[in-house]
């Protein structure tokens, strides 16, 4: 399970977070990039208050402890601390209530400061954390960006992925990563992949060795990362298999339970594999666009057998 610390959420660019008390909790974990605003646990009812969340002290939090008589005060700052929360955040760089900091400390809790606004705060953070705590994997394959279209490409080694991937290179698209894909996940339906950064904007073709395709071809030949909308498994010809000649089977592979539709595309002498990349790409802009070429074509062919057999008669009855 993927884990934030609070020492490396300090870290993050545009949060402006400081430390102001609790050093000893910088070792706690944030493990879900929901926020929490305490709310009633002010007043010491702590029973829905999630332990490895941070929660965001905002102006309304910050007023109301300061109106409050400092015994009950501090009873409430009490019982949010010995829940053992992940961090306390006050925003808008308000001072926190006087007793905070103390307490903090004497259960290990930090606390914290930014001069964000609580809405812009709580927006910036938890986009950070989806990122970081998004379910991730890695793959050995490619990952090529073709007409804005993030294509995968698998296969076993030495079938061709770089290959094909550096030929689409040569036609002006972009390369993601080569050899190791780190794939993460965004929300529910969406993954994308990059580079490792030791082998990022780096390529490997047999023959050759290693390439720089950044330095050979400029910044316009790679990117960091890329939405995949596409897999393409290149396989081996067999003569024995039957391949999908129309295009209506929709195949699916999954990864990190996002199901993404896939191709296989047999390798032979004399097969353009970037040039039928390309075009799957094309093809599959269409399809996000709600233009499915082979489902109309197949759909033409059905209406135009349903046309030419007569009123009455089943078309075994013609043929």
Same mark, same amino acid.
């Given at each position: 399970?993927?884990?934030?610390?609070?020492?490396?959420?300090?870290?993050?660019?545009?949060?402006?977070?400081? &430390? +102001?008390? $609790?050093?000893? !909790?910088? @070792?706690?974990?944030?493990? /879900?990039?929901?926020?929490?605003?305490? #709310?009633?646990? =002010?007043?010491?009812?702590?029973?829905?208050?999630?332990?490895?969340?941070?929660?965001?002290?905002?102006?309304?939090?910050?007023?109301?402890?300061?109106?409050?008589?400092?015994?009950?005060?501090?009873?409430?700052?009490?019982?949010?601390?010995?829940?053992?929360?992940?961090?306390?955040?006050?925003?808008?760089?308000?001072?926190?209530?006087?007793?905070?900091?103390?307490?903090?400390?004497?259960?290990?809790?930090?606390?914290?400061?930014?001069?964000?606004?609580?809405?812009?705060?709580?927006?910036?953070?938890?986009?950070?954390?989806?990122?970081?705590?998004?379910?991730?994997?890695?793959?050995?394959?490619?990952?090529?960006?073709?007409?804005?279209?993030?294509? &995968? +490409?698998? $296969?076993?080694? !030495?079938? @061709?992925?770089?290959?094909? /991937?550096?030929?689409?290179?040569?036609? #002006?698209?972009? =390369?993601?990563?080569?050899?190791?894909?780190?794939?993460?996940?965004?929300?529910?339906?969406?993954?994308?992949?990059?580079?490792?950064?030791?082998?990022?904007?780096?390529?490997?073709?047999?023959?050759?060795?290693?390439?720089?395709?950044?330095?050979?071809?400029?910044?316009?030949?790679?990117?960091?990362?890329?939405?995949?909308?596409?897999?393409?498994?290149?396989?081996?010809?067999?003569?024995?298999?039957?391949?999908?000649?129309?295009?209506?089977?929709?195949?699916?592979?999954?990864?990190?339970?996002?199901?993404?539709?896939?191709?296989?595309?047999?390798?032979?002498?004399?097969?353009?594999?970037?040039?039928?990349?390309?075009?799957?790409?094309?093809?599959? &802009? +269409?399809?996000?666009?709600?233009?499915?070429?082979?489902?109309?074509?197949?759909?033409?062919?059905?209406?135009?057998?349903?046309?030419?057999?007569?009123?009455?008669?089943?078309?075994?009855?013609?043929?």
């Amino acid at each position: 399970m993927a884990v934030v610390l609070i020492e490396a959420l300090l870290k993050i660019d545009g949060l402006g977070l400081e &430390l +102001l008390a $609790g050093r000893a !909790g910088l @070792g706690r974990r944030i493990t /879900a990039p929901r926020i929490q605003k305490p #709310g009633l646990a =002010l007043t010491g009812y702590t029973d829905h208050v999630h332990r490895e969340r941070l929660q965001v002290l905002g102006l309304t939090e910050v007023s109301y402890c300061s109106n409050l008589p400092q015994e009950q005060r501090v009873a409430g700052l009490e019982s949010l601390c010995r829940v053992g929360p992940a961090a306390l955040v006050v925003t808008r760089g308000l001072a926190p209530p006087d007793e905070l900091p103390s307490i903090c400390e004497e259960h290990g809790v930090p606390l914290l400061t930014s001069p964000l606004m609580s809405s812009v705060f709580i927006t910036r953070v938890t986009r950070a954390l989806e990122d970081r705590l998004a379910p991730t994997t890695s793959l050995h394959g490619v990952l090529i960006d073709v007409l804005g279209v993030g294509i &995968l +490409l698998l $296969g076993k080694s !030495g079938i @061709g992925k770089s290959e094909a /991937a550096l030929d689409l290179v040569l036609h #002006g698209h972009r =390369l993601v990563a080569d050899d190791i894909v780190e794939i993460r996940r965004r929300g529910l339906e969406t993954i994308y992949g990059a580079s490792s950064d030791i082998i990022k904007h780096h390529m490997e073709i047999r023959g050759l060795g290693i390439i720089n395709i950044k330095d050979l071809f400029g910044i316009s030949a790679v990117r960091d990362a890329k939405k995949i909308e596409l897999v393409a498994e290149l396989t081996e010809w067999n003569e024995d298999e039957e391949y999908d000649r129309l295009g209506t089977e929709e195949l699916r592979h999954k990864i990190l339970d996002v199901n993404i539709p896939m191709i296989r595309v047999p390798i032979r002498p004399g097969r353009n594999i970037a040039s039928i990349l390309e075009v799957a790409a094309r093809n599959q &802009l +269409l399809k996000i666009q709600g233009k499915h070429s082979a489902r109309e074509f197949q759909d033409r062919i059905n209406r135009a057998i349903a046309e030419a057999v007569p009123i009455g008669k089943s078309i075994d009855e013609v043929e």
